[in-house]
């Protein structure tokens, strides 16, 4: 956009790279049946579609235990169905934070004031789950937050954190380049290079180092690639990859939701 709006870039020559590289990949998308979209999807999440807990995280079916746990998404959200349904109606959500079915606390609750800005911070309850938002304002800053975080513990500072994100955690030692920790409905990852890499479960991801992000890069070097979107202007390669995909869904949601 700098550079655009410097006059070193032609506007439209822009959008016309990014329009054909676009339409490329909905049109390669559109071809897909939604099931095998929703295997992958199932496939590349599975460390926060099912918990580490063994208990939990086999896909056998807890109920008929014949039938296998599938990702599905309907009007109220996501959510795990078994592949015996209609005979075994078993379904588990897949949402935003962890919170006890029996949990009475009235929302939006207050967490306190975020330092930064002066203004509250509050706990709100969506069809998609719990989130932060900083301010009561609909255009106030939101945080999902992550299915591995028990709502119950959050606090101010925790709070604040996960709405200070996303941030740099320094650059790589050897590239110089960038390394940033977001966060998104799906959990968290880390930016660099121009592609996103998943913080796995294990991870507590609000005390991730510089050291513990390189790690997670050099492990998962190829991790969730689609595709090459192109070489920038700095000779950097950049890629379309599923969790990218999942975010901008995932931040386009939120601001539906805010605006409704």
Not at 79 to 103: A, H
Not at 124 to 130: A, D, E, I, T, V
Not at 148 to 156: G, H, P
Request: glycine share 8%; proline share 3%; aromatic share 10%.
């Amino acid at each position: 956009m700098d550079l655009i709006s410097n006059g070193k870039i032609n506007w439209k020559e822009v959008l016309h790279q990014f329009w054909f590289l676009f339409i490329d990949n909905v049109n390669s998308v559109k071809k897909l049946e939604f099931t095998e979209v929703l295997k992958v999807i199932s496939c590349e999440m599975e460390n926060y579609i099912f918990s580490s807990d063994k208990s939990e995280s086999s896909r056998v079916c807890p109920v008929c235990n014949d039938g296998t746990l599938e990702l599905n998404i309907s009007k109220n959200g996501i959510f795990l169905g078994c592949s015996k349904y209609p005979e075994c109606k078993y379904t588990k959500n897949v949402g935003s934070g962890i919170v006890d079915d029996t949990d009475n606390t009235q929302y939006p609750k207050i967490l306190g004031i975020d330092a930064a800005t002066g203004q509250e911070i509050y706990l709100k309850k969506g069809p998609y789950g719990l989130y932060l938002q900083i301010g009561n304002d609909k255009s106030g800053k939101r945080a999902a937050i992550p299915k591995n975080i028990d709502a119950n513990l959050l606090d101010l500072q925790m709070a604040e954190k996960i709405l200070s994100l996303p941030i740099s955690l320094g650059t790589h030692p050897d590239t110089g380049q960038e390394i940033k920790l977001g966060l998104g409905k799906f959990g968290a990852y880390i930016l660099y290079g121009g592609k996103y890499f998943s913080v796995k479960n294990e991870h507590n991801f609000l005390d991730i180092s510089i050291e513990n992000a390189i790690n997670i890069i050099a492990n998962n070097s190829t991790s969730g690639v689609i595709k090459s979107l192109g070489i920038t202007e700095d000779n950097k390669e950049v890629f379309l990859t599923l969790i990218m995909i999942l975010q901008k869904i995932d931040h386009a949601l939120y601001d539906y939701l805010g605006a409704k």
